[in-house]
């Protein structure tokens, strides 16, 4: 088999070159980091429950008409994906205070939001993902502001799709963060949700008992990750509901 050409490789994915023009694979990774790579371990069968995640709630947007990258799972790692044109920007929004804007603006952590507030910060590893407002990204360049309406407007309709689903199975949506890029069609162009949607990228509390299913679990050390993890997929019906022997991550055909 032809040793393939990585394209990129971050700290949960790797980026191959696909098997046909404008694709990507992406594979996901057991590396699991926080504090911007300060702290980092690896978390046995991570990278499994991620794709089928990301695949799990990429699908579900495209049945309502959210455009994303995702073309289809191709094994328990890997996924095939559209090649675009990454926008430099992190997408948040939040629902319900917490994290880091609990610590910038002094509100009690769990605190309900009046309405979904997105913020937008700087991909850049360097100066630590900074806060970023819509002047900054129009003035330097990183997004026009039609792009931004897009943006808004795409985080709008995720936001609504998963905390519907989530809400569904005694799971709510605090916050999460998407990365959304560039298809160019012709003379067209179109933004579409990339990269992933997994707890990695999604703060996640039980509805009743306030529970941790994110990756705050591995932050503040709460517990197993991949027990979090696996919680949020067998609730999704993503995963069989354990028989009480624990043999690892098992994925539903």
Avoid at 170 to 183: M, P, Q, S
Wanted: charged content about 30%.
């Amino acid at each position: 088999m032809a040793r393939r050409r990585m394209v990129y490789e971050g700290k949960a994915k790797i980026l191959y070159e696909g098997p046909e023009p404008g694709t990507l694979i992406q594979f996901f990774k057991d590396d699991t980091t926080a504090g911007n790579g300060e702290k980092h371990e690896l978390i046995d069968g991570k990278g499994v429950l991620n794709n089928r995640l990301s695949e799990h709630f990429m699908e579900g947007l495209a049945s309502i008409g959210v455009p994303t990258h995702f073309i289809k799972r191709l094994n328990m790692r890997e996924q095939l994906v559209r090649a675009v044109e990454m926008i430099p920007l992190e997408v948040v929004v939040r629902n319900v205070a917490a994290g880091s804007m609990s610590k910038r603006l002094g509100l009690e952590e769990g605190a309900p939001l009046p309405r979904p507030i997105i913020e937008f910060y700087l991909k850049n590893d360097d100066l630590g993902d900074p806060i970023v407002s819509e002047e900054h990204i129009i003035a330097f360049g990183w997004a026009s502001q039609q792009d931004l309406d897009d943006m808004v407007s795409l985080g709008l309709r995720v936001n609504d799709f998963m905390s519907g689903m989530m809400r569904g199975v005694g799971i709510r949506l605090v916050d999460f963060k998407i990365e959304i890029g560039r298809v160019f069609e012709g003379d067209f162009q179109r933004l579409v949700v990339a990269d992933e949607i997994s707890p990695d990228s999604c703060r996640l509390w039980d509805i009743e008992t306030g529970q941790k299913l994110d990756k705050d679990v591995f932050r503040r050390d709460l517990g197993n990750l991949a027990d979090a993890y696996t919680e949020v997929a067998r609730r999704l019906g993503v995963m069989p509901r354990s028989n009480g022997s624990n043999t690892g991550p098992k994925l539903v055909h």
